[in-house]
């Protein structure tokens, strides 16, 4: 992403509504700099392009343009401190006029009824260049399917810095399918789904801080085709109004094929709120998070425990089980996490030993979703 060389000195007018001016900036802020060394990344770029107003952000590895109505007076560009700009806009009333000009080729002045900002500005010519979409390399995926794998796989991701190749989403696709899989080490999610074409070949590492934009930007409008264009480092997405890159996450992700059991000793049924409720209980008494929660199988019934030094919890959930007494101990944050994605009444729990993973699936719905956990000692 190179810097850009638009040289044009404009006085650049529009109308449009707070609404709609502050949907596009909050659309566009995931790509915003908090901490950088080059003070126009704090900005975003407002330009006037074929009779609508473009908003562009970038921190230099993701890049996000969208684009809000408008009427256009007069065409121009300008970047705009951004988190001043947001300020300003949360103390406008929703649902009015608001007016945007320029004094000169960096100053806009912002009316809304009797409010009058001015603020200072830079010329397009010192931000820098977002790619354009690559048409001819895309792909398109129903927006709804797409945003319901990114929600049963992202949150699994890890976000230790240092298990880099961990911080994104490992996308494959071959033979029509496309397969989303993310991993902290710890626990597993796994969806696959038919939506793509059978020519469709690739294999990469998508970063979680575009999937996650993505995943909100799409439940406005689920009733459409996404455009995906994955190049050798770079990927982007493109809807109707909105176009999100990014890099590409560098490095080989594990073979997460060995870790999804396949070998089913114990393969029980349950309901899933019953679970997510006995669990969540059960959570109450662990200790920042890195207590154990105990699920243990006797003749007929699951018994859930959990114990701390000021608080202990048991419940019973009944079971279609009839072998001996076999405990397994999990973080209950992790269980509670794939539980509330599997989008099914019943839950199926698949397990071995005490020792090895134990694998969630939803019974009844959502084929191609696997959710695999590491136990804790007991």
């Not at 449009?16 to 915003?32: H, M, N, P, R, Y």
């Not at 399917?145 to 699994?156: P, Q």
Request: charged content about 25%; hydrophobic content about 40%; overall charge negative.
């Amino acid at each position: 992403m190179r810097a850009g060389l638009d040289e044009r000195t404009t006085n650049m007018k529009i109308n449009c509504t707070t609404d709609e001016l502050s949907k596009g900036v909050q659309t566009i802020q995931a790509a915003l700099s908090s901490r950088t060394t080059l003070p126009i990344l704090l900005n975003f770029l407002m330009e006037t392009e074929n009779s609508k107003v473009k908003l562009v952000s970038t921190d230099l590895q993701m890049g996000v343009k969208h684009y809000i109505k408008a009427e256009i007076e007069t065409e121009g560009s300008v970047t705009i401190p951004a988190k001043k700009f947001s300020d300003i806009l949360h103390t406008l009333p929703a649902e009015q006029d608001i007016r945007l000009s320029m004094e000169d080729e960096s100053k806009v002045v912002v009316k809304c009824g009797r409010s009058r900002f001015v603020i200072n500005g830079s010329p397009k010519s010192e931000y820098p260049v977002i790619p354009e979409f690559n048409a001819a390399a895309a792909f398109s995926v129903p927006a709804k399917e797409l945003r319901d794998m990114i929600k049963r796989t992202i949150f699994a991701a890890s976000s230790d810095e240092t298990r880099y190749v961990l911080n994104g989403v490992f996308w494959a696709a071959a033979a029509g399918q496309l397969e989303l899989v993310a991993t902290d080490g710890r626990r597993l999610a796994f969806v696959k789904r038919a939506v793509l074409g059978k020519d469709k070949e690739f294999r990469a590492i998508i970063p979680t801080k575009i999937l996650g934009e993505l995943e909100r930007v799409l439940g406005e409008d689920e009733e459409q085709d996404v455009q995906v264009a994955i190049t050798e480092n770079q990927v982007a997405f493109q809807t109707a109004d909105t176009t999100m890159l990014s890099r590409l996450v560098e490095g080989s992700f594990p073979n997460y094929e060995q870790v999804v059991p396949v070998k089913k000793d114990i393969s029980l049924v349950f309901d899933t709120k019953a679970l997510v409720t006995i669990t969540r209980q059960a959570a109450l008494c662990g200790v920042d998070r890195g207590g154990s929660v105990k699920f243990t199988l006797r003749k007929g019934v699951l018994h859930v425990s959990a114990a701390s030094q000021t608080l202990s919890f048991e419940d019973e959930l009944a079971a279609d089980y009839k072998g001996a007494e076999f405990t397994i101990a999990f973080n209950p944050q992790y269980v509670l996490d794939g539980l509330k994605v599997m989008g099914t009444d019943k839950v199926r729990l698949s397990l071995t030993t005490p020792v090895n993973p134990a694998l969630f699936e939803p019974e009844g719905g959502a084929e191609g979703t696997k959710y695999v956990v590491m136990p804790m000692r007991a």
